[in-house]
């Protein structure tokens, strides 16, 4: 489904991603880990070619994309983007945020949309919070929201930068619920993530990315269990002793 070659992407004299491959077939879970930092969320914005890199190449679907060639915005289309920080317009309800791109974009009808837009509220548990606005919604709202609209234009690819990372600790689990319902419908996803016991439970795949470059790509068990690189090692054993330290406050 999603092939990237060797693609190198700067920022000024800073060199975020280094020579990095990438293989997603149809319908597998890749969650993306590492320190902030690392290039995980410049690579996905590459692949949705929200940035672009000096050098590398991107497939989709077995077709090289060309972004000076290419129609970007279709390609958009057919690979939707949850952000972190949800960018859902505040002047429009939870029903018009949803319906806005397939019609405004893809022209669809206005009472299609609104049906579609009814039952992927429905999907993400909001039905009742059609006729709200944004300010009117808690941060996890917001982002179910936010993965509705862009189910909305029916991509065969969904990317989730982070999409956790903005909310309160008691909100993260209504969302993280709605993108395993989405894995097991089969739907095609590259999710970067800090939720450790997500990845291990949803992922088909781990890539750790270090310092711009995919140090190790494993099946969950394997990655969380017995990484082979000493880099990983040391990121999890970071990782899994914070999160212990924050169960353990939480609890207490």
């Keep these: ?34 320190a902030s930092g690392s290039g995980k969320s410049t690579l996905l914005r590459c692949i949705n070619f929200l940035e672009q890199g000096q050098s590398g190449e991107i497939w989709i679907e077995g077709r090289l994309v060309e972004g000076k060639k290419d129609n970007l915005a279709k390609i958009r289309q057919e690979v939707g983007m949850v952000f972190q920080l949800f960018n859902l317009f505040p002047h429009k309800t939870v029903l018009g945020n949803v319906i806005e791109a397939p019609v405004m974009v893809k022209k669809v009808p206005v009472k299609q949309a609104t ?44 990317l989730f930068d982070e999409p956790t990372s903005a909310l309160d600790p008691e909100l993260v689990g209504e969302v993280l619920t709605v993108i395993k319902q989405l894995a097991r419908e ?41 990484p082979r690189e000493a880099r990983t090692r040391e990121f999890l054993s970071r990782v899994l002793q914070k999160t212990d330290q924050n169960s353990e406050t939480r609890s207490a």
């Design 1 to 34: 489904m999603i092939e990237v070659r060797r693609l190198n992407k700067s920022f000024g004299d800073l060199q975020v991603l280094k020579d990095v491959d990438l293989k997603v077939e149809k319908g597998e879970v890749v969650c993306l880990i590492g």
């Design 115 to 158: 049906e579609e837009a009814v039952t992927l509220l429905e999907k993400v548990g909001l039905a009742d919070k059609a006729g709200s606005y944004p300010s009117q919604l808690s941060g996890g709202q917001k982002q179910r929201v936010a993965i509705a609209r862009a189910l909305a234009m029916h991509p065969k690819v969904m």
């Design 186 to 226: 089969g739907m095609t996803m590259i999710v970067v993530t800090h939720e450790m016991a997500f990845a291990r439970e949803v992922a088909e795949w781990v890539v750790y990315m270090d310092e711009g470059r995919i140090v190790e790509i494993s099946k969950p068990a394997q990655m969380f269990d017995e």
